[in-house]
């Protein structure tokens, strides 16, 4: 069993800065790619940023490239998702999601199996 449990989000003000947390239960960590993907009012599910399990690739959407990173803490099986500069633009509900090994970033949320419930981020101008 997975269970994907984030945290973090809040509201700031155009160019601050937040720490989103996504704490992965189950003996699998290991094993699992590991993505933000973020959901904005009246908008698609879009992936955010990826790492591998190994935690040697990650992938960035050309809109917060350069904004985030995506890290990894395995000895408390935690992905953090570091986003700087934030814009108006960025406000939405942001998830991690979990799947068995990828490469590289599967950007279809059906891709991915097991889902965070969500946090939200709000950016104020």
């Known amino acids: 069993q997975v269970q994907l449990v984030d945290a973090g989000g809040g509201s700031v003000q155009a160019g601050g800065s937040l720490r989103l947390s996504c704490v992965v239960f189950g003996y699998a960590y290991s094993s699992m790619s590991i993505a933000w993907f973020r959901q904005g009012p009246g908008k698609e599910r879009e992936g955010v940023a990826f790492?591998?399990?190994?935690?040697?690739?990650?992938s960035y959407a050309d809109s917060v490239k350069d904004r985030v990173t995506i890290s990894q803490d395995n000895a408390k099986n935690t992905v953090y998702l570091q986003m700087n500069s934030l814009k108006p633009e960025d406000t939405a509900m942001y998830y991690c999601?979990?799947?068995?090994?990828?490469?590289?970033?599967?950007?279809?949320?059906?891709?991915?199996?097991?889902w965070g419930q969500g946090t939200q981020v709000t950016v104020s101008s």
């Open positions: 790492i591998t399990s190994s935690g040697s690739t990650t």
């Open positions: 999601a979990a799947r068995y090994g990828s490469r590289s970033f599967p950007l279809r949320p059906s891709e991915w199996p097991y």
